[in-house]
């Protein structure tokens, strides 16, 4: 990768590129785990398991960026253009040869080998103005307009066309402070334009228009600092007509409330409640047919309606030298939850699952400490602590598909002149609490270390650096993801790199 980045009077510019190439990347074991090889033997189609790799998970990629702005005294404008290109596997059960050619294989039911040729065209136009109506007043505004398309190739052919066609705009005024409050309003307007073709388009074309406005107010007295937001938003989906499925068109109104309290030297207490409402998206309304890219076949329901939650935190963080702690703790209920239930049918080749809503529960807990041991002015030492958790359920008791584990590990970095040594160690625990015809997972751990070294040569200042990753060779499947059943995470590995900066 390279990137370049200069000026001249008021304009400033910059350009870059990234070109990445990777092979089927190594694991400790096998690809397919012993429940989808038992899921395979069951329905009568024996799988292979290739041991020491994933086939069909190589790729090669490259994106190329220039951007361009005016910056002046009050403020600035700019305009970027960006392009990705992406070749990629999607891997997934494997035939066994013997399979393939006998009696009966029927090949309009095989799904693996399949690959995504994905390109996508961005330009991004963003301005800022300073006093933009009065002194202390700031107005900011943001256009993006993103094309998207993507071919599934089975074989030698393209089996699927999606296409996306995105345009969005913000405009957001931090007005000037009326005695302590301070705040901003915004308009946020969302229009795209999605099609499909093809013998596995799951879902039909559709065009989707939001239009939102949305006011924050912080309110700073002695005491403590509120906050309290407000968002109000419209979205229609129109659908192709030769679908039959109906139009989407319903309002969603969010609020929240919440405040920041000093109680002692670096220490913060936050609270905060929110009343939300999140409109379904077009493939949560309208899919029916195969997903190669998760390798499931998918169902929505053109039913659903907005999901309504309420959540409730309160963090307690601490700053300062020494020791820094944060902790959050939270509580979200919804009355209709939109979520993927995976079933127990079969269809096409590939697991079912229809999406549906329900009243759901969440509540968890997130912690970081960082320790720091050695404050020197050439030697820095750090300890970092952290663990996350979240249990996601629905209201009748059963649990909710793809919730994470429990996660917890520590993190040691020094830093001495030039020199930097870091290792991070993270504990998975195993995930049991699992929906409905969804499959357990094993927990694991990762080990990773790095070393790296900054010099200064011939008017540039190079890093040289070494890092391993999954040094302990675990067999590792997260539990959030959907092709865990299929593709692990990388095994160990080590990378080096040199980037130089002039």
Known sequence: MARIDGGAGPLAWHVDFADRSTEDFEIPDLALSDAAMAAAAAAGEPADNPRGSVPNSDSDSQTRAAGLSWVGDRGHLGVSVSRYDTNYGVPGPGEEEEEEEGPGHDAEHSHSGIRIDLEQERIDVRGELRDALGQDSTARVAFASNDYLHHELEGDGIGTVFAQEGREGRIELDHAPFGRWRGTLGLHLVDIDFSAAGAEAYVPPSNTRSFGVFVFEELALDVATFEFGLRLERQQIDVAAASGFPAYDDDAATFSIGAVIPFAKEWKLAAHATRSERHPQSSELYALGPHLAVQRFEIGDP?????????????????????????????????????????????????????????????????????????????????????????GKLRDGDNLPQMPPLRFGAELHYDSGPWHLGGEIYRYEQQRDVAVNEIPTDGYTILGLEISHRTQWVGAEWLLYLRGTNLLDEEARRHSSLLKEFMPLPGRALVAGLRAEF
Not at 323 to 330: I, P
Not at 339 to 346: G, K, L, R, S, V
Not at 379 to 389: G, K, T, V
């Open 303 to 391: 039913g659903l309606g907005t999901e309504t939650g309420t959540t409730f935190d309160v963090s307690l963080r601490r700053g300062g030298h020494g020791v820094e702690l944060m902790a959050t703790a939270f509580y979200n209920r919804f009355d209709d939850y939109i979520f993927a239930a995976p079933t127990d049918q079969i269809e096409d080749g590939l697991p079912v699952a229809r999406f549906t809503q329900a009243g759901a529960e969440f509540y968890g807990l997130e912690t970081e400490a960082t320790v720091h041991l050695l404050e020197e002015e050439f030697d820095h030492l750090e300890l970092r602590l952290a663990a996350d958790y979240v249990r």
